[in-house]
């Protein structure tokens, strides 16, 4: 059984930065892209970033484009979310998430997710 266990997260004034961790059990975690994604309060579930395999190719959010940045360490079965410029509207918990297979930007590809962890940027 694959887990997820995302850290990092808190409270940051805005303008500020934090980086998220995700670690990943199992020997398998070099063979799959991972992705991102974010909830905030009475919203959907929304895509935020995703990384290949190798960590070659990266996809971003258009409105984290530019401020975010996935990255990953194989040796560590660890992806990271840097996120820097934050906004009040990045609020939001923030999940990574293990590609089954299809469309990166689509949740529904995703079979694997971590618990989550809280983002909360002040104004």
């Known amino acids: 059984q694959v887990q997820l266990v995302e850290s990092g997260g808190g409270l940051v004034q805005a303008g500020g930065s934090l980086r998220l961790s995700c670690a990943a059990s199992?020997?398998?975690?070099?063979?799959?892209?991972m992705g991102w994604f974010r909830q905030a309060p009475g919203k959907e579930r929304e895509f935020v970033a995703a990384i290949n395999w190798s960590g070659s190719t990266t996809y971003y959010a258009d409105s984290v484009k530019g401020r975010f940045t996935v990255s990953r360490d194989n040796a560590k079965n660890t992806v990271y979310l840097q996120m820097n410029s934050l906004k009040p509207e990045d609020t939001a918990v923030y999940y990574c998430a293990r590609l089954r297979g299809g469309s990166y930007y689509q949740k529904s590809n995703y079979a694997y997710w971590g618990q989550g962890t809280q983002v909360t940027v002040s104004s």
């Open positions: 199992g020997r398998t975690f070099s063979n799959y892209a």
